[in-house]
């Protein structure tokens, strides 16, 4: 065999190898987008996606249940009426981004997750977050709060420790049902996945 000869089967064989392996990437980018399998980066990606909607609706919903506390706490406390006017104000803020992100959360939940997850939080989770919603607007509503924010006269009907409680009381049973659900498992007990 000559060097031409040599030189020729090694350019030709070089030529098939690139070819071969230029394909077989193709054929690897097509079948994980196609979802047959999956690369580390893909991998990767989408579980930094997961982690960042995550966060994001975990920090969502304990800040709505912390300004929730907050409120109450500025109210029974007897703070002044910018304070508790000011605890208001930013619970209702925290109201208002938790309900514009909602649907994107249910559907989230869906796609991250799975639709049982997705169905737990629509279900269980938005009815406790309801409680915690009627318990507050219930003391934001009594004549003794509301006298302590437009400093009227109703401040006299003494401060309204069993709404107060309340919202405590659904702030507390939203917690513990939050925990489950993100922990998948009950509060203390790790000992048997609940998810």
């Known amino acids: ?27 690897w980018k097509v079948s994980d987008r196609l979802g047959w ?11 930094t996606e997961k982690s960042r909607f995550s966060d ?7 800040k709505r249940l ?4 907050r409120f109450s706490r500025r109210v029974l406390d007897g703070a002044p009426s910018v304070e508790v006017l000011s605890a208001w104000n930013n619970y209702l803020q925290a109201l208002l981004e938790w309900n514009t992100d909602l649907m994107v959360n249910i559907v989230g939940l869906e796609g991250y997750y799975d639709m049982h997850k ?9 009815a406790k977050f309801a409680a915690v919603d009627q318990a507050i607007r219930q003391l934001y509503l009594a ?5 302590v924010i437009y400093q009227t006269a109703n401040v006299a009907t003494g401060k309204p420790l069993q709404l107060g409680a309340d919202v405590f009381k659904a702030t507390d049973d939203a917690r513990a049902s939050l925990y ?3 922990r998948c498992f009950s509060k203390g007990d790790r000992s048997q996945s609940r998810c």
Do not use: C
């Not at 399998?37 to 579980?47: C, G, I, K, V, Y």
């Not at 997705?118 to 938005?126: N, T």
């Open 1 to 27: 065999m000559t060097r031409s000869s040599i030189a020729i089967i090694a350019g030709m064989s070089g030529a098939a190898l690139s070819t071969i392996l230029d394909l077989s990437d193709k054929i």
């Open 37 to 47: 399998t999956q690369s580390e980066a893909m991998t990767l990606a989408r579980d």
């Open 56 to 62: 994001n609706l975990i920090r969502s919903a304990w």
């Open 66 to 69: 912390f300004l929730a506390d």
């Open 118 to 126: 997705s169905i737990v939080f629509e279900v269980e989770i938005q």
């Open 143 to 147: 004549p003794y709060t509301q006298g």
């Open 180 to 182: 489950v659900f993100v």
